[in-house]
């Protein structure tokens, strides 16, 4: 493979790293955009966008990574407009670059976390997007999420023992006494533009009208709003009858892939949903 160092955007501010394969680019293959997941630049966690990208340049795919504004080696954008508009600004010069370089013209972008969010947006805002993926994205919370928080997390808790002391403890001194005192604490605050259900509702609506490819893995690192297989189509029903969606659940795999055994599991699971969606040139 072929990993080659690039600068593109307003006064080539952003960097990134395009990673080709051997043979020829297939011109009819998507080229996959990776996006920073938060403040981690374009290695992702525990070098996952790495392994990533070259996975991925083993099947024959092209990649880019790169750093948003004011991520990593890029420069901070002057821009004057919100960071979810600047965004849409860098992914849109990425593509940009790979047309006039590579004479690429159609894209996969995906991401982790506030990355995964970014891909949401970024799928519907350009037409040259044919798919897209999504790490740990966007997700609401079911009845039946609500019943296996309980028997998963809150009945084991409350059959401890030592719960029940603390507690004790705590009536005894006549002080106020919470749920989350018994679970050992509350919905985690997940600090990023996750899209509303409607926003998410209307979005995957509009993949579908766009024959877009859509994949979402979740895992077991965000049990504070996902936790079961096929969530996602039980918060929104209409999602099943699109074919382009798809759904993958990695329960025993944390948020961040820090064992090697789940990245590669991830990784064989994107890199299998992109051959099905866009099998490669002999």
């Known amino acids: 493979m072929k990993e080659t160092l690039c600068q593109f955007g307003n006064e080539n501010g952003l960097v990134g790293i395009f990673t ?3 043979k020829p680019i297939d011109p009819g293959a998507p080229v996959v955009v990776l996006l920073s997941a938060g403040l981690l630049h374009r290695v992702g966690p525990f070098r996952l966008y790495i392994s990533l990208a070259r996975k991925l340049a083993e099947a024959g795919v092209s990649s880019l990574r790169f750093d948003l504004s004011g991520v990593g080696d890029s420069e901070s954008s002057k821009v004057a407009a919100s960071i979810e508009e600047r965004t849409l600004v860098d992914i849109g010069s990425a593509y940009d670059f790979l047309l006039e370089h590579y004479g690429v013209e159609k894209f996969v972008v995906g991401g982790l976390c506030s990355g995964a969010d970014d891909a949401f947006r970024a799928a519907l805002h ?3 997007v044919v798919g897209s993926f999504q790490l740990d994205g966007m997700g609401y919370r079911t009845k039946r999420f609500y019943k296996g928080l309980m028997i998963d997390h809150y009945l084991p808790r409350l059959a401890s023992a030592e719960k029940w002391k603390r507690l004790a403890g705590r009536l005894g001194g006549h002080q106020q006494v919470e749920l989350q005192s018994l679970s050992g604490g509350g919905d985690a605050d997940l ?17 579908d009208r766009l024959g877009q490819k859509s994949l979402l893995i979740y895992t077991g690192g965000v049990s504070e709003y996902y936790n079961y297989s096929g969530q996602i189509f ?4 209409a999602a099943k009858q699109y074919k382009g969606v798809s759904e993958c ?14 990245r590669e599991k991830v990784l064989s699971v994107l890199c299998d949903w992109y051959k099905a969606s866009w099998p490669l040139a002999a």
């Open 20 to 22: 080709q394969p051997d």
């Open 126 to 128: 350009d037409q040259r």
């Open 191 to 207: 600090n990023r533009s996750m899209p509303s259900i409607e926003q998410a509702t209307s979005g995957l609506a509009e993949m």
């Open 234 to 237: 039980d918060s929104i029903p």
């Open 249 to 262: 659940y990695l329960p025993d795999s944390d948020h961040t892939y820090m064992l090697k055994r789940d």
